[in-house]
């Protein structure tokens, strides 16, 4: 199984920190086993442990933002706290398949959005 785009970002992060897997495990009382299967896609990563992650590293001068690659590592996108036209386009996205020219341009149009 190869490492989730979550796991290569938790990984340059560490990197970046200067952190060992084991360390970090430690330090959020956990286990290197289970960060280990949250990078590689052989487990589900929590809801809470995105920020938890997020935090870690933003306390030793690394920003990482998890969410959306977690999203797609888990292969789910929440749809709590939602309206329902949100919802709708959600589902409507997922269902279409886009071209590679289509893709770029929302996330071109995505990136706009994001720095308002």
């Known amino acids: 199984m190869a490492i989730t785009e979550f796991g290569k970002a938790v990984r340059k ?3 970046d920190a200067g952190v060992t897997l084991a360390a970090m495990a430690n330090d959020m009382q956990s286990t290197p086993s289970f960060l280990s299967a949250m990078e590689m896609g052989r487990k589900r990563i929590p809801d809470d ?15 990482v933002k998890l969410g959306t690659l977690a999203d797609v590592a888990n292969k789910t996108v929440p749809l709590e706290g939602l309206s329902p036209d949100q919802q709708m386009l959600v589902a409507s996205f997922a269902r279409v398949n886009l071209s590679q020219s289509e893709i770029l341009n929302f996330q071109s149009l995505l990136g706009a959005i994001d720095k308002k």
């Open 49 to 63: 442990w995105i920020s938890r992650i997020e935090q870690y590293f933003l306390a030793r001068g690394v920003s």
């Open 13 to 15: 992060a560490r990197i």
